[in-house]
């Protein structure tokens, strides 16, 4: 597909959902999944920022369709589902990056979008413990499992955050923990291993609770030691008095002495718990051990409401209010419309014979002109030339005649691969125009489904409202069960033509034939707000190879609308030439 229509919108989002075999539907204002289709919002493709939001989201979004359980039951607990989904987030990425290598780029883009924003990125020392563990795990894993290297020097910084908030003991079993993560091969083992950190916390945090209990245990004894202490020291005071007054001079001098001695110590002593002192101090300031054992406690203890938003619903949320702040009509013309159901009663089955028996001669007719075209160009035929591999036996008595034309040459078929889409406007002006329009789309599709690689698909717009469309014909109907669908189409509301061509060019787009053709069905120009969008919209199938052709019911189409490539009839017998010359000049160019 040519560059022009490669980065529109709903084309490339239903292309990337076909391509990670997920469903893809750009429309509303809403970014999200239910766990079988991405919803995307419209934006502005022309913003950098907004595509890559967007690309990255979808990747995200496909992979979580793609890989993860959302069934499991996380017992209520606040920790347990975001741990989880933190680390399946990790898990589902690495894993849509190995099978589509493209969408690692997607996802890296958005990562290094979101740091320069200063969005994404190594936790604060002043943030609270939950913040510390979800954006240190967000930064180091994503650096180090996903090499998202906009995350390096945050992942760095994580660490050192988490060391001043958490034991030591702790990360280093952490650490081991994960570890694992690049080898989670599902959504059940990424729950056993939020299980395995939890525990780990809750293990750590008793033990700090058994040694509380023990310490003042500890403290109780120590008191009753002091006391006996004390008694013994006032026994030894009374006895050296006594033995004091008993001494001579000499005596003094010794005493002097052992006075003299005793400052030494004293001194020391003092010295040493200046120094204990201060080292206790510098400890404290590192590692403050009751200020980690209540970063356990609260994150054990953590609701929704501590965790901070995660990481692509804060992109889904930014995605959301970008589509909300474009106009009505912007958004009208770059979202897929979606699908109505037609509704067939007994009446239009009755209406559909008579539809088929009169649209039956004319079609037939047409067939053979446009099959008898096609099988004269794409007919295989032998030629006879001097040169060649395969000699024709029945040529040889010409080399009597001096005749060297003996070899059998077969020539180049023409094979024909291309698809049709026809887009039948039924908006409120239509309503005198219905029955020939009817006439017109049965017999174009029961004229060329019988011409061998041509396939055939049909829709009508509005649909129940604007932004929807109804389908009549997907190549596999049967004609009858076609007619009865025209039939139970009635006409309504506006020309709302923008989003039927978005609906056209979406089918045509899933389809690999070599030459594909519009044919827009209408009376007129579309509703104002969609005349800019649909004249961009046809230039850009032009220049994507798409063929995109106006055939007017009793009304000439303004010439600016489909670039001067416009058809008009004004009964059913008028289509088999004008629809001949145009199959000729097309089909077989």
């Given at each position: 597909?040519?560059?022009?229509?490669?980065?529109?919108?709903?084309?490339?989002?239903?292309?990337?959902?076909?391509?990670?075999?997920?469903?893809?539907?750009?429309?509303?204002?809403?970014?999200?999944?239910?766990?079988?289709?991405?919803?995307?919002?419209?934006?502005?493709?022309?913003?950098?920022?907004?595509?890559?939001?967007?690309?990255?989201?979808?990747?995200?979004?496909?992979?979580?369709?793609?890989?993860?359980?959302?069934?499991?039951?996380?017992?209520?607990?606040?920790?347990?589902?975001?741990?989880?989904?933190?680390?399946?987030?990790?898990?589902?990425?690495?894993?849509?990056?190995?099978?589509?290598?493209?969408?690692?780029?997607?996802?890296?883009?958005?990562?290094?979008?979101?740091?320069?924003?200063?969005?994404?990125?190594?936790?604060?020392?002043?943030?609270?413990?939950?913040?510390?563990?979800?954006?240190?795990?967000?930064?180091?894993?994503?650096?180090?499992?996903?090499?998202?290297?906009?995350?390096?020097?945050?992942?760095?910084?994580?660490?050192?955050?988490?060391?001043?908030?958490?034991?030591?003991?702790?990360?280093?079993?952490?650490?081991?923990?994960?570890?694992?993560?690049?080898?989670?091969?599902?959504?059940?083992?990424?729950?056993?291993?939020?299980?395995?950190?939890?525990?780990?916390?809750?293990?750590?945090?008793?033990?700090?609770?058994?040694?509380?209990?023990?310490?003042?245990?500890?403290?109780?004894?120590?008191?009753?030691?002091?006391?006996?202490?004390?008694?013994?020291?006032?026994?030894?005071?009374?006895?050296?008095?006594?033995?004091?007054?008993?001494?001579?001079?000499?005596?003094?001098?010794?005493?002097?002495?052992?006075?003299?001695?005793?400052?030494?110590?004293?001194?020391?002593?003092?010295?040493?718990?200046?120094?204990?002192?201060?080292?206790?101090?510098?400890?404290?300031?590192?590692?403050?051990?009751?200020?980690?054992?209540?970063?356990?406690?609260?994150?054990?203890?953590?609701?929704?409401?501590?965790?901070?938003?995660?990481?692509?619903?804060?992109?889904?949320?930014?995605?959301?209010?970008w589509s909300s702040g474009q106009s009505a009509g912007f958004s009208a013309v770059t979202t897929t419309p979606m699908v109505?159901?037609?509704?067939?009663?007994?009446?239009?089955?009755?209406?559909?014979?008579?539809?088929?028996?009169?649209?039956?001669?004319?079609?037939?007719?047409?067939?053979?002109?446009?099959?008898?075209?096609?099988?004269?160009?794409?007919?295989?035929?032998?030629?006879?030339?001097?040169?060649?591999?395969?000699?024709?036996?029945?040529?040889?008595?010409?080399?009597?005649?001096?005749?060297?034309?003996?070899?059998?040459?077969?020539?180049?078929?023409?094979?024909?691969?291309?698809?049709?889409?026809?887009?039948?406007?039924?908006?409120?002006?239509?309503?005198?125009?219905?029955?020939?329009?009817?006439?017109?789309?049965?017999?174009?599709?029961?004229?060329?489904?019988?011409?061998?690689?041509?396939?055939?698909?049909?829709?009508?717009?509005?649909?129940?409202?604007?932004?929807?469309?109804?389908?009549?014909?997907?190549?596999?109907?049967?004609?009858?069960?076609?007619?009865?669908?025209?039939?139970?189409?009635?006409?309504?509301?506006?020309?709302?033509?923008?989003?039927?061509?978005?609906?056209?060019?979406?089918?045509?787009?899933?389809?690999?034939?070599?030459?594909?053709?519009?044919?827009?069905?209408?009376?007129?120009?579309?509703?104002?707000?969609?005349?800019?969008?649909?004249?961009?919209?046809?230039?850009?199938?032009?220049?994507?190879?798409?063929?995109?052709?106006?055939?007017?019911?009793?009304?000439?189409?303004?010439?600016?609308?489909?670039?001067?490539?416009?058809?008009?009839?004004?009964?059913?017998?008028?289509?088999?030439?004008?629809?001949?010359?145009?199959?000729?000049?097309?089909?077989?160019?």
């Amino acid at each position: 597909m040519a560059p022009v229509l490669q980065r529109a919108l709903p084309i490339v989002g239903s292309a990337l959902g076909r391509k990670m075999g997920v469903r893809v539907e750009v429309s509303g204002r809403k970014a999200c999944t239910d766990g079988e289709c991405i919803w995307i919002p419209a934006f502005d493709p022309q913003r950098r920022e907004q595509e890559a939001l967007c690309w990255g989201f979808l990747c995200h979004e496909a992979a979580h369709v793609r890989y993860t359980d959302f069934y499991l039951d996380y017992e209520g607990s606040a920790l347990r589902r975001r741990l989880t989904n933190l680390l399946e987030d990790i898990r589902i990425e690495k894993a849509i990056s190995q099978e589509y290598p493209g969408a690692a780029f997607s996802l890296a883009e958005v990562v290094r979008q979101l740091v320069a924003e200063g969005r994404l990125g190594a936790p604060k020392k002043s943030d609270p413990p939950v913040k510390v563990l979800n954006d240190s795990l967000l930064a180091i894993l994503r650096f180090e499992v996903l090499g998202q290297k906009a995350l390096e020097q945050e992942a760095v910084k994580a660490r050192e955050v988490m060391k001043d908030c958490f034991p030591r003991q702790l990360l280093d079993l952490l650490h081991g923990l994960l570890d694992k993560v690049p080898d989670l091969k599902s959504t059940k083992e990424t729950l056993n291993l939020a299980d395995q950190i939890i525990a780990l916390f809750q293990n750590l945090s008793n033990e700090n609770s058994e040694s509380e209990d023990s310490g003042e245990e500890g403290a109780d004894k120590t008191e009753n030691s002091s006391g006996d202490q004390e008694s013994h020291s006032q026994h030894c005071e009374t006895q050296d008095q006594e033995d004091k007054s008993d001494s001579v001079s000499g005596d003094g001098l010794e005493s002097d002495s052992v006075e003299g001695k005793g400052e030494n110590p004293e001194n020391l002593s003092g010295s040493d718990n200046q120094t204990v002192s201060e080292n206790g101090d510098a400890s404290e300031k590192a590692e403050d051990p009751l200020s980690q054992k209540d970063s356990l406690k609260q994150i054990l203890e953590s609701s929704d409401f501590d965790w901070p938003e995660d990481l692509f619903e804060s992109v889904a949320g930014e995605l959301e209010s970008w589509s909300s702040g474009q106009s009505a009509g912007f958004s009208a013309v770059t979202t897929t419309p979606m699908v109505d159901e037609v509704v067939i009663s007994g009446e239009d089955r009755e209406a559909a014979k008579d539809l088929l028996w009169k649209v039956k001669s004319e079609s037939a007719q047409l067939a053979a002109q446009l099959t008898g075209l096609v099988q004269a160009k794409t007919l295989t035929r032998d030629r006879i030339g001097k040169r060649g591999i395969r000699i024709e036996g029945k040529r040889l008595h010409r080399i009597a005649l001096d005749d060297g034309r003996l070899f059998k040459r077969r020539s180049e078929s023409i094979e024909i691969n291309a698809t049709v889409h026809i887009s039948l406007d039924i908006s409120a002006s239509m309503a005198s125009r219905m029955p020939l329009a009817r006439e017109a789309v049965l017999a174009l599709i029961m004229a060329l489904k019988p011409i061998k690689g041509v396939s055939v698909t049909a829709s009508a717009y509005p649909g129940t409202v604007a932004e929807r469309v109804y389908p009549i014909a997907s190549g596999k109907e049967a004609d009858l069960g076609v007619a009865e669908i025209l039939s139970a189409l009635d006409s309504h509301d506006s020309t709302p033509m923008a989003s039927g061509l978005w609906h056209t060019v979406h089918q045509i787009c899933q389809s690999n034939a070599e030459r594909r053709l519009i044919l827009m069905i209408t009376d007129g120009a579309p509703d104002i707000d969609h005349h800019d969008a649909v004249v961009d919209l046809v230039k850009r199938c032009r220049c994507s190879g798409i063929d995109v052709v106006g055939l007017g019911i009793n009304i000439q189409l303004p010439e600016e609308l489909f670039q001067k490539k416009s058809l008009m009839i004004e009964q059913l017998g008028e289509l088999k030439n004008r629809l001949f010359r145009l199959t000729r000049d097309w089909l077989l160019c």
